[in-house]
């Protein structure tokens, strides 16, 4: 595996990311939008990213689309919305196959970043707003995506226990704004967000894989974006409180499920974040670990049990699909297991065991093209890992006291508990 990355700034806010690697079989273009998580644009830029999927002035409905996509010899469009911590991104991922397997070398690249150029800046449009046919299946098609994954008791439950976790609203919804949220948004509203967004957000677009670098800058940088000012702020840290917010509810599925959430201070170091990066590893997140082998195995008290991390949002997340009748029962051994280790009762060799299974899992996610992508994006960040050395290191370098330091600033902050009408 050889890869090399470089930074080049078009513009004020707005970076190419290229990431020359012969490690696989396609080449990767993904095109971010950065922006501030704010309730009054979630739905808006959720249905922007529906209508660059979809359409655009050039291929105005699918059929034509999926044509230009088999005109790149085979290429895949997708648009992706998440949330890092309070940033929202928006994601135009475009994968193609490189010249090198190609007749035509030396216009396939050309061709793709031409296409996306098409689809930023040749929308499908009337005046001011999208064209509303387009847009009313898109918005129809929206609201029923979230209607089906809010029929999924394990994304409910999230939800649930997030309303009841964080203070602040935007954290409590979905990533695409809730079903109201989707409703309230018009042709015309969602059209002026894309606009905004072009010319207000931090835009970084990747390019990895087998190319011609300097050319894809050249291409790249032809793209009529401006400069812009944002200093985007990742991390949240909420009011500490020793109040625990708990909700029980009622539900027709197979399972009960248990989801406790335990808030922490943000690291401030990179030591700090990677004795978090240990501690989750200790406590849910490997097969090895102590809810999975006590919980799970040890006592048979539940399905499936482990905990996430994240560190933006100071959020410890331990879930459980349960028998109804244990809730008491799970809720006190995982709390139990959690105190073992702040009170420092696992060994040297658990610890040493841990650091292999977190850095053999760094290596793994590494060999996926979007990790690569997100390194590269991290460099921005505070507290990140520049590259796997510096990972490997970090991790080797925490001590048993480290994880004890952090361990004692985790504290229960909700409980969410859905009763299966079944379990």
Known sequence: MTFKGKNMKIADGVTLH?????????????????????KKNMASRFLVSKMIE????????????REKLADLYGATLSTSVWTKGLIHIVDIDITFLPGRYLMAKDSVLEEVIQFLSQLLFQPLITLEQYELKTFELVKQNAIRQLEFDLEDSFYY????????????????????????????????????????????????????????????ADLIGQFPLKGRQNNLSFFYQQTPSNITNEKIEEK????????????????????????????????????????????????????SIGSEL?????????????????RNTVLALINRQLNMIKLGRFSTAFLKQTKEFLISQRKIVLDNPKMLMEQSYNTMLPLTYQDLSMFVDSINNVRKEDILEIANNVKMKSVYFMRGGSS
């Open 18 to 38: 290229i990431i020359k690697t012969d490690q696989f079989k396609t080449n990767h273009l993904t095109f971010r939008f950065s922006s501030q998580l704010n």
């Open 54 to 65: 979809i359409a655009s002035s050039n291929y105005p409905n699918a059929t034509k689309m």
């Open 157 to 216: 439950s999230e939800l649930a226990l997030d309303s009841l976790f964080f203070e602040k609203e935007e954290l409590q919804l979905p990533y695409t704004g809730s079903k109201e949220m989707l409703g309230k948004e018009n042709a015309y509203t969602a059209y002026q967000e894309f606009k905004r967004m072009l010319s207000s957000d931090n835009i970084d677009i990747f390019l990895l894989g087998s190319f011609d670098d300097s050319k894809a």
């Open 252 to 303: 027709e599925t197979n399972q009960s499920l248990l989801q406790v959430g335990y808030s922490f201070s943000s690291p401030k170091t990179l030591l700090e974040n990677s004795s978090l990066l240990l501690f989750n590893s200790m406590l849910g997140a490997f097969s090895h670990s102590k809810l999975f082998t006590e919980v799970r195995q040890k006592e048979g008290l539940v399905y």
């Open 310 to 326: 994240d560190s933006f949002l100071g959020a410890l997340y331990i879930f459980a699909a349960i028998d109804s009748r244990k």
